[in-house]
């Protein structure tokens, strides 16, 4: 499964359970800069070194 898919998995299970749409909106960027990050990348993929190993991206 690619991170957009289970994003758009997570949001619609938390839209659900009665979470607030500002809370699903402040996830929904934090998903969406991470599923930039890794390019799309299998959940499989994916290892907590992976995520900690991540450097700040510089805007210039």
């Not at 997570?10 to 809370?23: H, L, M, N, Q, V």
């Not at 900690?52 to 805007?59: F, G, H, L, N």
Request: charged fraction near 25%; proline fraction near 3%; aromatic fraction near 12%.
């Amino acid at each position: 499964m690619l991170l957009s898919n289970a994003w758009k998995t997570y949001e619609a299970d938390k839209r659900i359970e009665g979470f607030s749409p500002y809370t699903l909106k402040a996830y929904g960027v934090q998903a969406k800069l991470l599923i930039s990050y890794f390019e799309d990348a299998k959940i499989t993929t994916l290892t907590t070194g992976k995520l900690k190993d991540t450097s700040p991206i510089q805007v210039i």
